[in-house]
Nanobody, 115 residues
Framework: QIQPVESGGALVQSGGTLRLSCYVS????????MGWYRQVPGKERELVAR???????NYDDSVKDRFTISRDNAKNNLYLQMDRLKPEDTAVYYC?????????WGQGTQVNVSS
């Protein structure tokens, strides 16, 4: 089964910057709307940014104007540029399809933002 591979998480100070990457194998990545999700212990996974196959983008209000989602369909990569990070952004970040069936969830990448 195909499982996205997320990377790029780290420990950063409040106000800092990170860039997350997600690679999905196979030849269908470019057809689907993809999103970045995040989860903290004890809470449900939440969708924070999404991008269609055509490049239409939508953000959750909590990350709007700070995060930028992008994709490179030729490389099967999804990205999340995270600027002006806040302690409340601390979470494990995952990528997956947004609608319809989803890939098996990957390991995610841990982002820790210290105050």
């Amino acid at each position: 089964q195909i499982q996205p591979v997320e990377s790029g998480g780290a420990l950063v100070q409040s106000g800092g910057t990170l860039r997350l990457s997600c690679y999905v194998s196979g030849n269908i990545f470019s057809f689907y709307e993809m999103g970045w999700y995040r989860q903290v212990p004890g809470k449900e996974r939440e969708l924070v940014a999404r991008i269609t196959s055509d490049g239409d983008i939508n953000y959750d209000d909590s990350v709007k104007d700070r995060f930028t989602i992008s994709r490179d369909n030729a490389k099967n990569n999804l990205y999340l540029q995270m600027d002006r990070l806040k302690p409340e952004d601390t979470a494990v970040y995952y990528c997956n399809r947004v609608t319809g069936w989803q890939y098996a969830w990957g390991q995610g990448t841990q982002v820790n933002v210290s105050s």
